[in-house]
């Protein structure tokens, strides 16, 4: 079985069907592209997997276990992190403390652990301090560790809610858009960050974009959504010279690739 399968997924809200029969499969250590038209049902699929809202059919299998319906708490710990479209931080807390109440429930919140095991929950604080330098400096912020998180710009704010998810060692991260609303400059920098942890981490990333110039440079497998159905897989430029992609994605205008 592949790293992660999605199987004939069916969600219905009211007698709208948002994803109808949506299978589609990621293999490990790839980035894997989920595109397609506003209103498509692609964040509603991630929400499906992910447990936030429960499938009326179908299944989703990740490491060869079954998930389906798991609350998130519980597909987050077997290694498969969401981050966001729209970063969920604490804005008064710093950057710092973000990343650290990312990790869970700790020893230290214990009250008899934390009058009687001093020494055990202060050295468990320290080595999440270590992990949460690793995780600044592999998203590059480092320098605005300690400022508080409502102050940083949209692309900065996308990197710290990567740096989030990657707290918890993930194996496979899905991502909402992770360069809408930031400049090209950073946009890029995010991608360049997400291929470093493809390469460095063996990271598998599955990836919702609109920002398809970026995207495409990076991913192995790109799969177009319309009315909840996958309508086209396969490589990139395969997917391009299909000209349902345009009647579907762009009508006929191609645009975006100038």
Same mark, same amino acid.
């Given at each position: 079985?592949? $790293? ?15 994803? =109808? ?19 498509? *049902? ?21 490491? *060869? ?19 966001? +479209? !729209?970063?969920?931080? $604490? ?18 919140? =214990? ?9 055990h929950w202060q050295e468990e604080e320290i080595k999440l301090a270590e992990k ?23 692309? +900065? ?28 400059? !950073? ?15 063996? !990271? ?19 799969? !177009? ?25 762009? *009508?006929?205008?191609? +645009?975006? +690739?100038?």
């Amino acid at each position: 079985m592949d $790293f992660f399968v999605a199987d004939r997924l069916v969600k219905n809200f009211g007698g709208l069907r948002v994803l =109808n029969e949506t299978s589609l499969t990621v293999k490990e250590g790839t980035i894997t592209g989920l595109v397609g038209p506003n209103g498509s *049902g692609k964040t509603t699929f991630f929400h499906v997997v992910y447990g936030l809202l429960r499938p009326d059919a179908g299944e989703v299998y990740f490491r *060869g276990e079954p998930i389906t319906c798991l609350p998130a708490y519980r597909v987050y710990s077997k290694g498969l992190a969401l981050a966001f +479209q !729209l970063p969920r931080l $604490f804005s008064r807390l710093t950057v710092l403390d973000n990343l650290l109440l990312a990790t869970g429930r700790r020893s230290g919140e =214990n009250f008899g652990t934390a009058l009687f095991r001093r020494r055990h929950w202060q050295e468990e604080e320290i080595k999440l301090a270590e992990k949460a330098r690793a995780v600044l400096e592999l998203v590059e912020l480092t320098p605005l560790a300690l400022k508080p998180a409502g102050e940083l710009s949209g692309g +900065q704010r996308k990197l710290l809610e990567i740096g989030r998810a990657l707290m918890a060692d993930p194996v496979m991260l899905l991502l909402d858009e992770p360069a809408a609303g930031v400049n090209p400059v !950073l946009g890029r920098k995010i991608y360049a960050t997400l291929e470093r942890l493809r390469r460095e981490k063996r !990271l598998t990333l599955l990836i919702i974009e609109h920002r398809l110039e970026m995207l495409l440079d990076h991913a192995q497998h790109v799969y !177009l959504m319309d009315a909840g159905r996958i309508a086209l897989a396969g490589e990139p430029a395969r997917v391009l010279a299909d000209p349902a992609f345009y009647k579907i994605y762009a *009508g006929e205008s191609r +645009q975006w +690739q100038s």
